[in-house]
């Protein structure tokens, strides 16, 4: 088109505009069907992506409550004294425990030395702890306090050695890494090495001690303060002493609070759930403020599927493994919806059917989860019936975007024909108007002609 740049020139005319205008006449109607066409389906996606991201979570919090079983939960009544772990399968119970005493680590001091880089060997020095023994070697010219240190703490024990000062003088401090007896230690000094360095010479200054406790009244002891055996299922970690005759209650017992928030959970979602479908199918009758999915038959489907699943019943007979509890639906644990559609759950009601039957609870739930879930993945599961709306939604942007360039062509061929047009037209007119020129100029000559009187 750069041949037509002049278009109009010639003519005077503005012809250049008048292309640009019949071009945009023809261009507009169909540029804003393609337009509304492009934001109803970008209004209509984005809003089923917030109905998918709803029913999404919704699947997670039932799928959450399949094969549900209330678990237990264990309770220190003072953890500065004992804490308590569940490490298995504990059985319910409660249980009375005292600690009289802490299993400690054996500490010893050996007598002073006046320097600490003296020679104490040369010769063997025997480390024992518990069963466990070592024999460590000083060579002539390396047998000092420090020697030993180094030589203590790179063997395979679990001891830790220490060069202390003590005044003027120098002591060896050995520390058991085991408490109770069972890490006590003994260092016996060979022939050619100070006997100041054999145990025999050392002060005690912390003594191995077993933890002494009691389950109860069955007194117990333990060489560690964490007590994993004792109450199958259960870790005990002795942290203090019990005064007197007073005690910590270490109770296990069925965590319903787990199964309450995990419901409350599912009440959660599927309100959200709700108040998604709510807002996007609201209908205004003027039309302004109306939803992106009034009337979609997709949103009803899910709001049909919706209505009364919590009242929905369920085989409780003995095959279906539901206990004889008359337990049929959700609302006999106490879960309800009101007359917007929203959920909510009756704490009370679902702790007093736990207490009633609730191997009748983990069954009815879980049937309710099985099934719930299997609908919520129709619709909002891979290839379900939202995930297929939104392919067909990105097809019908990408024919837009394929429709909106075929009307760029188009338009460019058409202006490109108007110009052609307009430019043929003003090589006309421009000849016309050199034609009239041509006549005014000798009309004017002959009237300069005339005799004058």
């Known amino acids: 088109m750069s041949g037509f740049s002049n278009l109009g020139v010639g003519s005077g005319l503005d012809l250049d505009g008048l292309v640009r205008g019949l071009v945009s006449a023809e261009r507009a109607p169909q540029e804003a069907r393609l337009n509304r066409s492009r934001g109803t389906a ?19 919090a039932a799928r959450a409550l399949q094969d549900l079983t209330v ?3 264990v309770k220190s009544a003072d953890t500065t004294i004992i804490e308590a772990r569940k490490e298995g399968e504990p059985d319910i119970g409660s249980f009375q425990l005292r600690v009289s005493a802490l299993a400690s680590a054996q500490s010893l001091a050996s007598q002073a030395f006046e320097a600490e880089d003296a020679e104490l060997g040369p010769g063997e020095l025997v480390l024992s702890m518990g069963e466990d023994s070592v024999t460590l070697s000083l060579a002539e010219g390396a047998s000092t306090l420090r020697d030993v240190r180094d030589a203590i703490n790179a063997s395979e024990l679990d ?3 220490a060069v202390v000062r003590d ?11 085991q408490t109770g007896t ?4 003994t260092l016996t000094a060979g022939a050619g090495v100070d006997g100041r360095l054999a145990s025999t010479a050392m002060d005690v200054t912390a003594p191995a001690q077993d933890a002494q406790f009691s389950v109860n009244g069955l007194a117990l002891s333990s060489s560690s303060n964490r007590i994993e055996e004792v109450l199958p299922g259960l870790s005990l970690t002795l942290r203090g002493v019990t005064e007197g005759d007073a005690s910590v209650t270490v109770s296990v017992e069925p965590d319903r609070d787990a199964v309450r928030t995990r419901l409350q959970t599912l009440v959660s979602r599927y309100n959200a759930l709700v108040d998604n479908i709510r807002t996007a199918g609201r209908a205004d009758p003027e039309g302004e403020n109306s939803g992106p999915l009034v009337g979609d038959s997709t949103l009803r489907a899910i709001q049909s599927r919706l209505s009364g699943v919590f009242s929905t019943r369920l085989d409780t007979g003995e095959d279906a493994g539901l206990g004889e509890s008359g337990f049929s639906t959700l609302l006999d644990l106490g879960l309800s919806t009101n007359l917007e559609g929203r959920a909510a759950l009756d704490a009370d009601k679902l702790t007093a059917a736990l207490e009633t039957d609730q191997a009748g609870v983990e069954a009815l739930v879980s049937a309710f989860a099985e099934r719930f879930t299997g609908v919520l993945e129709g619709f909002g599961g891979r290839g379900g019936i ?4 939104t392919e067909s939604l990105n097809a019908q942007l990408r024919r837009i975007t394929q429709q909106r360039e075929a009307l760029d062509r188009r338009m460019e061929q058409v202006e490109s024909r108007l110009r052609a047009q307009f430019s043929a037209l003003d090589s006309v007119l421009t000849q016309f108007q050199n034609t009239s020129s041509f006549l ?7 009237a300069n002609l005339r005799p004058q009187r």
């Open 386 to 389: 939202l995930e297929t709306r």
């Open 440 to 446: 005014a100029q000798q009309l004017q000559g002959l």
């Open 167 to 177: 005044g003027e003088n120098w002591r060896l401090l050995l520390t058991s890494g």
């Open 182 to 185: 069972a890490g006590e230690l």
């Open 42 to 60: 970008q209004t209509t996606l984005s809003a089923l992506g917030r109905l998918r991201s709803s029913v999404t979570g919704l699947t997670d």
């Open 71 to 73: 678990g237990v939960r």
């Open 159 to 161: 001891v830790q050695a």
